[in-house]
């Protein structure tokens, strides 16, 4: 069983007898176990935290954590552009935040719940669509879009430049002291250039292509 972050909070045996429980800490020291031959999934297990009783450190894919210390114990691997702290665990709110793999803080809504929600958005194509791009769900940037995969359509073909266009946003402000501003100012003029794509473009009554482009130039277009 698991707490809202996804820590182990119960584990039970076949018959669903609790074998032991787990507290923590707020930055995920074991409280009321240590050294534990049952269980090396603990905190954040849910998402693959792995504890290393040897060195009392947790591994998230990227980094080894320290919950005694809580933070990382190695530098951010995307550098400056994730904080001017290189170390720090959650922006310091490990109450309401998780980082299941070492690069990402996530907030609010835990991974698995995540992707649930991410297979009930409506798709067009291969491009259209919150979080779609290149036929896939792309979970914040973790996983990279394969800009290879073709439009389906003049619709797709715009959701596919949008698509690119954000992205070369992100890239290009990324790492600026001013990235908020910039990507969003950058944002802004690539939704301008989408709306006008959608009013070029056409589609049968009734069909879904005319359904999601109705749906579109509502969002981006104000109509």
Known sequence: MYDSLGSISVVTGENGIPLQNYTYSPY????????DPVNNLCF?????GYKDDDTNLT????????????????RDPIGICGGINYYSYTIN?????????????????????????????QTYGNYCGKWWTGGRFTLFG???????????????????QHDKGWNDCEERYKCSPNKDIEIAKCKNKKNESFCFCLKNTNAPLGTQK??????????????
């Open 93 to 121: 709110n490990s109450l309401n935040r998780i980082d299941f793999i070492g690069t990402l803080t996530l907030i609010g809504i835990p991974p698995i719940d995540l992707i649930i929600i991410l297979f009930q958005i």
């Open 59 to 74: 591994y998230f894919w990227h980094r080894w954590y320290d919950e005694g210390d809580g933070r990382w114990i190695s």
């Open 28 to 35: 995920g020291s074991c409280l009321n176990t240590e050294n």
């Open 210 to 223: 005319a359904i999601y482009l109705e749906g579109a130039k509502g969002l981006f277009c104000g109509k």
């Open 44 to 48: 954040v297990g849910r998402y693959g």
């Open 142 to 160: 973790i996983l990279k879009p394969n800009w290879d995969v073709e439009a389906i359509d003049d619709l797709d073909s715009c959701c596919k």
